[in-house]
Nanobody
Framework: QVQLVESGGGLVQAGGSLGLSCTAS???????????MGWYRQAPGKQRELVAT???????DYADSVKGRFIISSHNIRTTVNLQMNSLKPEDTAIYYC???????????WGQGTQVTVSS
């Protein structure tokens, strides 16, 4: 069974930085045809929203709300995806989930989430 595990969440003051990581089995993902990974977040009482995505070709995409502040990266898209979050704001507070799938429009696997809390 494919499992994604997020790490790196925590409490940080506004203006600070946090780095998140999501790991999975590269061998399993290759067999399953995983070509994209991404990060979503869900704040209390709000809908889950896309934060950033990255594909096996290296293409990246960001939500307007995090553009210029967050960086998604991966040296092996079938094993690990990272999210470096800088200049954090209280509105970034949410549970952050990593996802994987064949494309950025076909998410098939999800992590359990990691809490990010930004204090003012």
């Amino acid at each position: 069974q494919v499992q994604l595990v997020e790490s790196g969440g925590g409490l940080v003051q506004a203006g600070g930085s946090l780095g998140l990581s999501c790991t999975a089995s590269g061998t399993i993902f290759k067999r399953l045809g995983i070509n994209a990974m991404g990060w979503y977040r869900q704040a209390p009482g709000k809908q889950r929203e896309l934060v950033a995505t990255i594909t096996n070709t290296g293409s990246t995409d960001y939500a307007d709300s995090v553009k210029g502040r967050f960086i998604i990266s991966s040296h092996n898209i079938r094993t690990t995806v990272n999210l470096q979050m800088n200049s954090l704001k209280p509105e970034d507070t949410a549970i952050y989930y990593c996802a994987a799938g064949a494309t950025t429009f076909r998410w098939e696997y999800w992590g359990q989430g990691t809490q990010v809390t930004v204090s003012s």
